[in-house]
């Protein structure tokens, strides 16, 4: 089993910064893949940023050169570090974790199985 819990959700005005992170225990030395998705109101779950045990990266076209995913070096932290936050970057953020290496490169929810249970952003014009 693995269990995620994320924190440092907030409010901010358009332009504003946050930080993301995501405490990761149990079976962590396993993951393959974490991730952050986010879900609006009235919107599908999706993918913002991925990042694999080789260090490689992937990003949503929306978020990239705004948003930083990253982790600690022991793998049991993950965080996101968002730039330039605009009114509809607004949702429930997710942190995701996934074993299998098909998850490399991908940002496809049916590749996480393991899930947190999210910290709000809302972003204000």
């Known amino acids: 089993q693995m269990q995620l819990m994320e924190s440092g959700g907030g409010s901010v005005q358009a332009g504003g910064s946050l930080r993301l992170s995501c405490a990761a225990s149990?079976?962590?030395?396993?993951?393959?893949?974490m991730a952050w998705f986010r879900q609006a109101l009235g919107k599908e779950r999706e993918g913002v940023a991925a990042?694999?045990?080789?260090?490689?990266?992937t990003y949503a076209d929306s978020v990239k050169g705004r948003f930083t995913i990253s982790q600690d070096n022991a793998k049991n932290n993950l965080y996101l570090q968002m730039n330039s936050l605009k009114p509809e970057d607004t949702a429930m953020y997710y942190c995701?974790?996934?074993?299998?290496?098909?998850?490399?490169?991908?940002?496809?929810?049916?590749?996480?199985?393991?899930w947190g249970r999210g910290t709000r952003v809302t972003v204000s014009s």
């Open positions: 990042i694999a045990r080789d260090g490689s990266t």
């Open positions: 149990g079976y962590t030395y396993r993951t393959y893949c």
């Open positions: 995701a974790a996934a074993l299998s290496s098909r998850c490399k490169g991908e940002l496809g929810t049916v590749h996480f199985g393991y």
